[in-house]
């Protein structure tokens, strides 16, 4: 306890703060889906025509000499016409699980106070990295293929369960099936989403054979070797957002011979598959482009399509902010 007079004399007062735990996050994030995602659409239309301002730093990693491990800062700032959203993530791999067994992504997300710079708002970095990476792979799919029939995804877990709660929104989708190394895990997701969508078509199915030909494939593991090369029945649409690190892979070179590539940020070209193609010389005359190209356009191009995410700070900033501007009063648990 400080005494008074020393309170006084050191000038301290208590920086307004509220906390959005796990529970909060997925909550704000999934009572209303197409709210969110419609949110996340809007603001990034609103910067890539230039009405809002965007400051984007490329994410730093620092990896754990010799283990599967590492921790990311990223920041991001977005300057709308009525607001202005500083943030940043300190984001863990946690690939030992001993402390904390149950989760892979471990840290904090902090939302500064517009002018005083003060830390106003944080938020548990589990579902919030998870829900804004199957948020962004939706926004791939509304994007690049919106009239999409059947949807598979290989991982079960949040990333994948957050895809398939976020693609019940697309209109037209009929089927939902997941894959996953448990095939108790898959059925459970089965499960779930088939509850909350009655009227879809929900199974599971085995990773090494797409025998149902689905329009799009969502890649969502953390898998160290090659998912899907192209070779049998592909896809329209290919969604990766797993490998995000040296370590993991998720695509064959090959599929570069079917597929043309876009990113959500061109950030994710430096991570994962894309930064291993690159480094072997397989994508020097390539063009890779991004949402700001997608956004442009207007409607999607012809042909086979490949979707890389390999995790934005701008989709974290977009995020805060629709948990930031939501109106319940309700929106925070613990402290």
């Not at 598979?152 to 997941?178: C, D, K, M, S």
């Not at 879809?200 to 593991?221: K, N, Q, W």
């Not at 356009?297 to 501007?325: M, Q, R």
């Amino acid at each position: 306890m400080i005494d008074p007079a020393l309170k006084k004399l050191l000038r301290l007062h208590e920086e307004p703060y509220v906390f959005f735990d796990d529970a909060a996050v997925h909550d704000t994030l999934t009572t209303a889906p197409h709210a969110y995602l419609d949110h996340l659409l809007d603001a990034l239309q609103s910067i890539f025509c230039g009405e809002t301002e965007l400051e984007l730093p490329p994410k730093s990693v620092f990896t754990d000499p010799g283990e599967r491990s590492d921790f990311r800062v990223m920041p991001c700032v977005v300057r709308f016409p009525d607001r202005v959203r500083k943030t940043v993530k300190i984001i863990g791999t946690n690939w030992p699980r001993q402390v904390v067994p149950g989760e892979i992504s471990v840290g904090k997300a902090f939302a500064l106070h517009s002018s005083e710079n003060f830390i106003e708002a944080g938020f548990a970095g589990c579902i919030l990295s998870s829900a804004r990476t199957g948020a962004c792979a939706v926004t791939g799919m509304r994007l690049l293929l919106p009239e999409c029939d059947s949807l598979a995804i290989v991982g079960a877990g949040r990333v994948g369960y957050y895809t398939a709660l976020y693609a019940t929104t697309l209109p037209g989708l009929r089927r939902i099936e997941f894959a996953d190394r448990s095939p108790e895990r898959a059925r459970l997701a089965a499960e779930v989403i088939g509850r909350l969508r009655p009227d879809l078509e929900t199974s599971i199915f085995d990773a090494s054979d797409l025998s149902s030909e689905p329009d799009a494939l969502v890649l969502a593991t953390d898998s160290e070797a090659p998912l899907f090369n192209g070779s049998g029945h592909r896809p329209r649409l290919v969604i990766s957002v797993g490998a995000d690190t040296d370590w993991q892979s998720e695509l064959d070179k090959s599929v570069l011979d079917h597929y043309a590539v876009f990113v959500d940020t061109h950030d994710s070209r430096h991570w994962g598959d894309l930064k291993h193609f690159e480094q072997d010389g397989l994508m020097t005359d390539m063009e890779i482009r991004d949402l700001r190209d997608l956004l442009k356009s207007g409607e999607p191009p012809p042909g086979p399509k490949l979707f890389v995410s390999t995790g934005s700070a701008l989709f974290d900033n977009l995020t805060i902010d629709y948990l930031l501007t939501r109106p319940s009063p309700d929106r925070t648990h613990g402290g």
